[in-house]
């Protein structure tokens, strides 16, 4: 049974960090890219953040570069969203989710329909 589960939301003050995590299972991970996206309440599906399965590329949504790491551990079957200097329209429920990458995807990894698999997602809440 394939499973994304995420973990790490919490409720933060604006500045504040948080380490968000989604632990994969059921597929092999190292083949597959790892999309982190967010939604808030009464908006559409957000792309956050993407890294690629073998090399290790990295995209970022324009609202959270600079601010916003994505990393990942193989070995782990891990993949993780550091979040620094968070504001308040970062709230949301984060989701990360799966992508196959045999071929090369480039920014199209932060594109929420070409997923395969999806978390149930966490929520993050940052207080002004």
């Known amino acids: 049974e394939v499973q994304l589960v995420e973990s790490g939301g919490d409720l933060v003050q604006a500045g504040g960090t948080l380490r968000l995590s989604c632990v994969a299972s059921?597929?092999?991970?190292?083949?597959?890219?790892i999309g982190w996206f967010r939604q808030a309440p009464g908006k559409e599906r957000e792309a956050i953040s993407s890294i690629t399965s073998k090399d290790g590329s990295t995209y970022y949504a324009d609202s959270v570069k600079g601010r916003f790491t994505i990393s990942r551990d193989n070995a782990k079957n891990t993949a993780y969203l550091q979040m620094n200097s968070l504001k308040p329209e970062d709230t949301a429920v984060y989701y990360c989710?799966?992508?196959?990458?045999?071929?090369?995807?480039?920014?199209?990894?932060?594109?929420?329909?070409?997923?395969?698999?999806w978390g149930q997602g966490t929520q993050v809440t940052v207080s002004s």
């Open positions: 059921g597929f092999t991970f190292d083949d597959y890219a």
């Open positions: 989710a799966a992508k196959e990458d045999s071929l090369p995807l480039g920014d199209l990894l932060l594109l929420a329909p070409i997923y395969d698999y």
